[in-house]
């Protein structure tokens, strides 16, 4: 039998842990906590026949006892992949990888579509799985949106979740790196901006990880409209590529297989299919991520007309751009997944100004200008929170911002100062686009925007 060490006990290291039981082997997963949340995580775990020991750091002598039997050692996409003691294992001839690379190997006979992007491929994931599901076909999704690879590749392997026709795949940089095997039927890039930079180093090293995932891909389709893929063009003669964009004159390009005309249709080069406006979601980005879907759905198989079809009766996303009704005639949106001044600058711009805009959090590196520049131009107020609420401030005073700044500990305190500037000032819209991390006060960016959704309606009820 071989022997397994996962490190980390949170989902996805649970998932591989007990997807390498069911495929044979012997498992240990290490954590560094002794919390109690922990010991009954190990509980249930070693009721299934794993090992699971407790505060144990991520450091060799952490492996010691079974170094030399040790066949493989599986993290979690938090952990780096450079970090010292991982290097020290390689150095050793110990394979390390991801728990993506388990589910590759599970499930690489059936085909695979992987979604990758700084921004976007939350709402291009669950776009395609709907429409693909919506044709009839098995189309389950996991990844980098709460169900891990690992999760589904068990499932599948047991029996409890049908054979997929597709696998639909959402893949961060974090795991891409840990599964260089993963070679998808079919690859999706939606779009490129600095972010994790304090994790890969450089743009470029982060460009090379989305990159290598599109060049194993069958076929990539990747969006014309973001400017650093675009710049890319003439780089692809190794790779089938399919181009889509929302710019008209688009369609007259050799490379570009989706667009959408001047009169609004969206084109397969010649062949005129739907109404660009079929998807209810505001955004110009959102139509970009229709297009890449469409082009998936394409490639997969459905008609046209099924794919409108799909396409009408799609409700959203939750916590990115969601709506969740209007207070006192304001209407409120959830954009929690907006981590980055680039996906919080899109939430920006799709939703109606003036725009009451609740900001904050813990703050990651990259260019604020153009999230500064459309605060200037659609925002009425700010209302920040959280650890980086300070650094915020004084980020959007420098730019010379007019409008109200506030301070707040937390959402709980946020929240009814928003819904008072915005009922003041008549503002179009109330937005929760944080343009931080989640993690100075929460699990997740679901759990941040689920306690923004809580308060939101009992502020309804009242």
């Not at 050793?92 to 690489?108: C, D, P, Y």
């Not at 974090?174 to 939606?190: H, L, S």
């Not at 990539?220 to 890319?232: C, F, T, Y």
Request: aromatic share 6%; hydrophobic share 40%.
């Amino acid at each position: 039998m071989t022997l397994s060490v996962v490190v980390g006990l949170g989902r996805s290291g649970i998932g591989a842990a007990r997807l390498l039981r069911a495929r044979g082997s012997e498992v240990v997963v290490l954590e560094k906590a002794e919390s109690d949340a922990c010991r009954r995580k190990s509980a249930d775990l070693r009721n299934q026949g794993i090992d699971v020991r407790l505060g144990q750091p991520l450091e060799m002598s952490s492996f010691e006892p079974w170094i030399h039997e040790l066949d493989q050692v599986v993290i979690s996409p938090g952990i780096s992949w450079t970090h010292p003691t991982l290097e020290a294992l390689r150095s050793r001839r110990i394979l390390v990888k991801g728990e993506m690379a388990l589910a590759w190997e599970t499930l690489k006979e059936r085909p695979w579509i992987g979604i990758t992007g700084t921004n976007g491929k939350t709402t291009v994931t669950h776009l395609l799985h709907h429409v693909l599901s919506h044709a009839g076909l098995q189309a389950p999704m996991a990844g980098n949106m709460g169900y891990s690879a690992a999760e589904l590749a068990l499932e599948c392997l047991e029996g409890s979740t049908p054979q997929p026709d597709w696998v639909v795949m959402e893949m961060s940089s974090y795991q891409i790196e840990a599964a260089t095997d993963v070679a998808p039927r079919i690859g999706i890039w939606t779009t490129l901006t600095p972010d994790h930079l304090e994790r890969h180093g450089s743009l470029d090293a982060y460009r090379a990880i989305k990159r290598g995932l599109l060049e194993r891909s069958q076929l990539a389709i990747l969006n014309g409209d973001d400017p650093d893929i675009n710049r890319s063009r003439c780089s692809w003669e190794q790779t089938r590529v399919s181009w889509v964009s929302t710019v008209q004159e688009a369609s007259e390009r050799d490379d570009s297989r989706l667009s959408v005309s001047e009169d609004g249709w969206v084109c397969d080069g010649e062949r005129r299919l739907f109404s660009a406006d079929v998807l209810a979601m505001p955004g110009a980005h959102n139509r970009q991520n229709m297009l890449l879907v469409t082009a998936a759905a394409l490639e997969a198989g459905l008609p046209p007309e099924t794919i409108e079809s799909a396409l009408r009766c799609f409700e959203g996303v939750p916590h990115r751009l969601e709506s969740l009704g209007t207070v006192q005639g304001i209407p409120v949106f959830n954009d929690s997944k907006a981590t980055n001044y680039d996906a919080a600058a899109v939430g920006l711009q799709a939703v109606p100004n003036p725009v009451v805009l609740l900001a904050g959090g813990q703050t990651k590196q990259g260019d604020a200008q153009p999230w500064l520049q459309l605060l200037k131009e659609r925002s009425s107020a700010v209302v920040l929170f959280g650890s980086g609420a300070e650094e915020l401030r004084g980020l959007i005073e420098s730019s010379a911002f007019t409008g109200a700044v506030t301070t707040h500990r937390d959402l709980v305190d946020a929240v009814p100062h928003a819904l008072e500037l915005a009922r003041q000032q008549q503002a179009a819209s109330l937005l929760l686009s944080p343009a931080c991390a989640s993690f100075d006060q929460y699990s997740d960016f679901e759990a941040r925007g689920n306690h923004f959704r809580e308060l939101i309606a009992a502020s309804q009820s009242t």
